[in-house]
């Protein structure tokens, strides 16, 4: 049994705390102590309340009922200058960095009072990203880093800003398997320091690695609490879902038919560091190509040429018939500002039946959009809730449900399953499957090895922009994706 528990006071707390927006019950009476050297894992399906919890410790929201209290003493959190004050870090699930300023920038935009000097900045940061073991481009603008690099650069200014709680908001979502190892060891580090460390993930096998304790949030209230080492991956899968819900369904045979994706030798520059590099690959109907490799050695940027929302330098791109997109950051496929019912038509705005003489139909989209949340399990069902109000998975659900709905030929996915709970993950990788064997050709570019394992027919690895690798998944061997990785010859 874990005894942190019993003789350590806690940092901070939330005590009996209640949230609602509008309609939407988020919290109810939800009670949370995370305390020093404990790393606290928050479990729950996409909506249970969880990234409400995280924003009203991190000063971002504030509770309709209840307290927060922070080394024993009530305290009223208005804003997240308040709470990094109070040594509260937090690394989002959107991120929060200014995109136009290099990480450095950014950690003097949020305490300029005491880093007056760059160098100063650089000298902290650098020393805070030791600390976590990683490795970060302290002069580049933060729009040009890749989704991994954006997390790990905020959990890096968080230490720098002082943080001795640190809320992590899904941080392996967009991190390769040898990131995710050495970020945990990293963070156990930081716990034997005396770090208090709130960690909210989806994935049951990340619990043992790094957890002490584990609470599971369902429709906002408390499910279950306890010491991860006495609590069974059964009972918090019920508690988060009421059930046990099934694994990567089997893949079934698929008729194979003509290359609707061709790349040919191209060489692109996107937003990553790592620029893609003489990349030549086809996928055919019928089809999963998966794409693995440690995060920002040329994903993103092969997701963006096949979509066709950026052009090769160098090299020829070929499809067929409509291109889905599911970029990396789930904000650029959506309109968070706007209500949810104009995300849920993004793709069809063009159709008659939405727009009438340039102006859209409202009742039409609304109708629309209702019908998409209950097929993909869109929560709330208000179509006209602003689409930034939904959690981060309710996002994800809502775009993964949108473009695949519309029976597209070839379609590219990266990540389509971050962020995601368990019950909405295997109905993703259905949704997958269903597209392939409808015909389309599907790029799934993912940081999950076992998720491209268990879906895709062939796999190419990526290292520094070059195919490193590639094979049929009939001949998938772990020790091989980890050398071509790595950057080892195979």
């Known amino acids: 049994m874990d005894t942190r528990s019993m003789t350590t006071s806690p940092v901070v707390a939330l005590r009996a705390v209640s949230k609602r927006f509008a309609t939407v019950q988020a919290l109810g009476n939800v009670d949370l102590v995370l305390r020093p050297g404990e790393v606290h894992v928050l479990l729950g399906e996409n909506g249970a309340g969880k990234s409400t919890a995280t924003k009203i410790l991190a000063g971002l929201e504030t509770p309709d009922e209840g307290e927060v209290v922070v080394d024993g003493e009530p305290v009223a959190l208005r804003a997240r200058a308040d709470s990094i004050r109070r040594g509260v ?51 580049v603008p933060a729009h040009a880093l890749g989704v991994a690099q954006r997390q790990l650069g905020e959990l890096a200014i968080a230490l720098a800003q002082g943080a001795r709680v640190l809320l992590l908001d899904e941080p392996t979502s967009s991190l390769g398997p040898h990131e995710v190892g050495g970020l945990f060891a990293r963070l156990r ?6 770090v208090a460390i709130l960690f909210i993930t ?41 059930e ?106 063009t159709e008659p039946r939405f727009a009438r003489f340039g102006v859209l139909d409202d009742r039409a989209t ?80 993912s940081s999950d090895v076992d998720e491209v394992r268990g879906l895709a027919d062939r796999l190419i690895v990526l290292f520094d922009g070059r195919v490193a690798d590639q094979f049929d998944a009939a001949d998938f061997d772990a020790t091989r994706v980890g050398r071509a990785m790595a950057g080892l010859s195979t």
């Open 366 to 445: 609304g109708r629309f959009a209702k019908e998409l949340f209950d097929r993909h399990d869109v929560r709330p069902r208000d179509p006209e809730v602003p689409t930034g109000l939904l959690s981060g998975g309710n996002q994800q659900k809502l775009l993964v449900g949108r473009e695949l709905d519309g029976a597209p030929q070839v379609a590219v996915l990266h990540g389509p399953t971050q962020g995601l709970d368990v019950r909405a993950t295997d109905a993703v990788r259905a949704e997958i499957q269903r597209a392939a064997g409808e015909g389309a050709a599907v790029l799934l570019v």
């Open 189 to 194: 580090r930081l716990a034997e320091s005396g």
């Open 89 to 139: 870090g937090l690394v989002a699930q959107a991120g929060s960095l200014a995109g136009e300023l290099t990480l450095v920038e950014n950690l003097l935009l949020s305490h300029s009072s005491w880093l007056a000097r760059r160098r100063a900045a650089a000298d902290s940061l650098r020393r805070a990203a030791d600390a976590a073991g990683i490795t970060l481009e302290l002069d």
């Open 244 to 349: 046990l819900p099934s694994r990567t369904p089997d893949r079934p045979k698929r008729t194979v038919g003509p290359v609707l994706l061709r790349l040919d030798e191209v060489t692109a520059s996107g937003r990553e560091h790592v620029p893609l590099r003489e990349v030549s690959i086809e996928v055919r109907s019928g089809e999963i190509l998966g794409v693995l490799g440690v995060a920002g050695n040329g994903q993103r940027t092969l997701a963006d040429v096949a979509a066709g929302v950026l052009r090769p330098s160098r090299g020829s791109v070929r499809t067929t018939g409509d291109v889905a997109y599911v970029p990396e950051a789930r904000s650029e496929g959506l309109l968070p500002h706007m209500p949810a019912k104009r995300s849920a038509v993004l793709r069809r705005l």
């Open 202 to 242: 989806h994935r049951l096998a990340e619990i043992r690695q790094v957890a002490d304790v584990a609470t599971v949030l369902s429709h906002g209230t408390v499910s279950l609490h306890g010491n991860v080492s006495e609590t069974d991956d059964a009972a918090l899968l019920r508690a988060m879902t009421g």
